[in-house]
């Protein structure tokens, strides 16, 4: 089975500044895909990047990034020029293929603070 | 915004009563799923549609059933309500298996068991 670790509870920036979120995941698969989902008070879970287990290029969306690292099954979000907006919970997921659709994993969460 | 409507939004409820959670979706996709949202361990799949009247389990599927009789609605029942089943819990969906395909979150069902 997958497992999905996210060893930082909390974590708080700075606004403007600079944060990273770690997360690390167990899988003997090597087709998959790994998603940072962003959960603010709303309560309303909303993707933030996505990233192919088969492409080496880091992925990007705007101050998100990405630190892909296959081999050490390691998978950390960078949040670049942090705002105020960007204060949420922060969860890291695993999805493999398999059969019958897709099989996402979670993991616990990281709850980021940005202060001002 | 995919069209995702969790009902109720919240509910309380008494131990061992019976519970229905309603996940109605306009976007006709065939993959649909139940979490459940607990501090400490992210989100749990529960049970998951691949289509009308295909179903399977999750991690943390005792305790819950669920019912897909039409493309658009899915229903997550708890026959017997427990304290332990105090929880969000989000109905997900999505298009297809194929590659990189993401899942879209309604927007949670707060569930209190007193």
């Known amino acids: 089975a997958q497992t999905v670790t996210q060893s930082q509870p909390e974590m708080s920036v700075q606004e403007a500044e600079t944060v990273t979120l770690s997360c690390t995941y167990d899988t003997s698969e090597s087709n998959y895909y790994l998603f940072w989902y962003k959960q603010p008070p709303s309560r309303q879970m909303i993707l933030v990047i996505r990233q192919e287990a088969y492409k080496q290029q880091n992925a990007t969306e705007n101050r998100f990034s990405v630190n892909f690292q296959k081999a050490a099954k390691s998978f950390s979000l960078k949040i670049s020029d942090s705002q105020l907006g960007d204060t949420a919970m922060y969860f890291c997921?695993?999805?493999?293929?398999?059969?019958?659709?897709?099989?996402?994993?979670f993991g616990p969460g990281t709850r980021l603070s940005v202060l001002p | 915004d995919a069209g995702i409507t969790q009902s109720p939004r919240h509910k309380v409820t008494e131990t061992g009563t019976p519970v229905t959670l309603r996940c109605h979706q306009t976007e006709n996709h065939r993959y649909m799923y139940w979490y459940r949202q607990d501090p400490g361990h992210g989100l749990r799949l529960i049970h998951y549609?691949?289509?009308?009247?295909?179903?399977d389990k999750g991690e943390v599927s005792d305790g819950y059933s669920v019912s897909r009789s039409k493309t658009e609605d899915f229903l997550l029942t708890l026959e017997s309500a427990t304290s332990s089943q105090t929880s969000v819990y989000f109905c997900?969906?999505?298009?297809?298996?194929?590659?990189?395909?993401?899942?879209?979150f309604g927007s949670g069902t707060q569930l209190s068991v007193l």
């Open positions: 997921a695993f999805m493999k293929k398999d059969n019958y659709g897709q099989n996402f994993v």
């Open positions: 997900a969906i999505s298009r297809r298996r194929e590659t990189n395909e993401k899942l879209f």
């Open positions: 549609s691949y289509g009308v009247k295909d179903t």
